[in-house]
């Protein structure tokens, strides 16, 4: 069993940046590919970014590249996501997402453990 929590969330004005967390319990952090997803008010939850069990491995989804960036210290059982240049459509809840697995995927029933959540909002 693998217990994520979430920190970092808040609101900011657009142009703003903000630094998620994510620390996971347990002994298995190093060897899980892990991920960010958000879901917006009405919408489904979306892919974010991902990065493998090494953190070596990442990707982004299309409408965040350049802008946030995901890593991950296995010595502290964190996940990272920096998130530069907000948009107001970057409003959503955020949530960390962990796999048994090594191999980073971006469809989130691959993913076996989620975190409660923290909210982002940026304002215009």
């Known amino acids: 069993q693998v217990h994520l929590v979430e920190s970092g969330g808040g609101l900011v004005q657009a142009g703003g940046s903000l630094r998620l967390s994510c620390g996971a319990s347990?002994?298995?952090?190093?060897?899980?590919?892990m991920a960010w997803f958000r879901q917006a008010p009405e919408k489904e939850r979306e892919f974010v970014a991902s990065?493998?069990?090494?953190?070596?491995?990442?990707d982004y989804a299309d409408s965040v590249k350049g802008r946030f960036t995901i890593s991950r210290d296995n010595a502290k059982n964190t996940l990272y996501l920096q998130m530069n240049n907000l948009k107001p459509e970057d409003t959503a809840i955020y949530y960390c997402a962990a796999r048994n697995s090594d191999i980073r995927s971006t469809t989130p029933r691959a993913f076996d453990y989620w975190g409660q959540g923290t909210q982002v909002t940026v304002s215009a």
């Open positions: 990065a493998s069990s090494s953190g070596a491995s990442t």
């Open positions: 347990g002994r298995t952090f190093s060897s899980r590919a």
